[in-house]
């Protein structure tokens, strides 16, 4: 099992520029979730779903949007980046929610917007 | 709402000794579940050790363990025998109710030889 991949690895992209960050796991899992680590943080959760055609907003969704087609993939899309959303995203995915709920995580994106 | 806190910035510890880093959370829900996961400078995210809130006995995996105490909403993960290779960030965890975990702002230890 390659567990969650995450494409690019890095990226810089111009202010304004829109983009899409891949995510895929092949673990089956039904949940799956996008944070973002800043410099010096802890993670912060984005957006999150708990199955195919189902997603719902975290803790800091401004700027993104997420959609759900099928299990294997949960891509992020940034519309208009700004400098703020420079940090690293991280995707995960879990088989279960609330008590026990081991996340994941794949390698991570580092997106630079100037 | 749920919160993690790790108010320990920075940790240095003399290799093959152990090494405790602190972990406190608030939540009103009564089943939660609280993770430690280890960053390295590579930047990947490890899972370490779980603890639910209803586990009697303490957590432990080789070398790691968890020093749970309910009363004190504290989760402190101890590291035994500290190698070179433990030298990273590590953050501590929650999840509660909700289909995501609330990470603290995590605790840089450094392992001197």
């Known amino acids: 099992n390659a567990g969650v991949t995450q494409t690019p690895k890095f990226r810089i992209l111009k202010i304004g520029q829109s983009m899409t960050l891949q995510c895929t796991q092949d673990?089956?899992?039904?949940?799956m979730y996008w944070y973002r680590q800043d410099p010096g943080m802890g993670l912060k959760l984005i957006y999150y779903?708990?199955?195919?055609?189902?997603?719902d907003k975290g803790e800091v969704p401004n700027g993104y949007n997420v959609s759900r087609s099928t299990t294997e993939d949960f891509p992020l899309r940034l519309e208009l980046a700004a400098p703020s959303q420079t940090s690293v995203y991280f995707c995960?995915?879990?088989?279960?929610?609330?008590?026990?709920?081991?996340?994941?995580f794949g390698p991570g994106t580092r997106l630079t917007v100037l | 709402a749920q919160k993690i806190t790790q108010t320990q910035p920075g940790m240095f510890v003399q290799e093959k000794e152990a090494v405790t880093l602190d972990c406190t959370y608030d939540?009103?829900?009564?089943?939660?579940?609280l993770f430690w996961y280890k960053q390295p400078s590579s930047g990947e995210m490890i899972f370490l050790i779980y603890?639910?809130?209803?586990?009697?006995q303490n957590a432990t995996e080789g070398r790691y363990s968890l020093n749970f105490q309910k009363a004190r909403k504290s989760a402190n993960l101890v590291i035994s025998a500290s190698q070179l290779g433990d030298s990273a960030m590590y953050f501590c965890a929650m999840s509660a109710g909700a289909n995501n975990l609330f990470f603290g702002t995590g605790t840089r230890l450094t392992v001197i030889p």
């Open positions: 603890q639910g809130s209803y586990d009697e």
């Open positions: 779903s708990v199955g195919a055609g189902i997603t």
């Open positions: 995960a995915s879990s088989y279960t929610s609330g008590g026990y709920n081991e996340q994941f």
């Open positions: 673990m089956n899992h039904n949940y």
């Open positions: 939540t009103s829900d009564q089943s939660y579940g």
